[in-house]
Nanobody, 122 residues
Framework: QVQLVESGGGLVQPGGSLRLSCAAS????????MGWFRQAPGKEREFVGGFKCSVGTYYVDSVKGRFSISARLADNTMYLQMNSLKPEDTAIYYC????????????????WGQGTQVTVSS
């Protein structure tokens, strides 16, 4: 059973930074494509970026240059470093695991964490 646990969310001022973590257990990390999603109130869950051991990282255009995904394979942990945060980045952030890389639809992921709240406000 794959389990994912996010942490690191919080309140940050515009222009600030946060680093989210996604700790995975119950599977070999490189067997899955990992994704970061976010969901703002009243909006659909949207793909932010992803990582797979065999291909590296990939992002949606709206976060390129501001967000960075990394992974520490020894700890089965993926990170989302978020810089230059904007109020529109406010959302619950989720990590997910699926079979195939470069997938952006939530339905294409099999396992989900509980989410961590990120609020960008002055």
């Amino acid at each position: 059973q794959v389990q994912l646990v996010e942490s690191g969310g919080g309140l940050v001022q515009p222009g600030g930074s946060l680093r989210l973590s996604c700790a995975a257990s119950g599977h070999t990390f490189c067997n899955y494509a990992m994704g970061w999603f976010r969901q703002a109130p009243g909006k659909e869950r949207e793909f932010v970026g992803g990582f797979k051991c065999s291909v590296g990282t990939y992002y949606v255009d709206s976060v390129k240059g501001r967000f960075s995904i990394s992974a520490r394979l020894a700890d089965n942990t993926m990170y989302l470093q978020m810089n230059s945060l904007k109020p529109e980045d406010t959302a619950i952030y989720y990590c997910a695991a699926g079979e195939l890389e470069y997938r952006s639809r939530p339905s294409e992921y099999d396992y989900w964490g509980q989410g961590t709240q990120v609020t960008v406000s002055s």
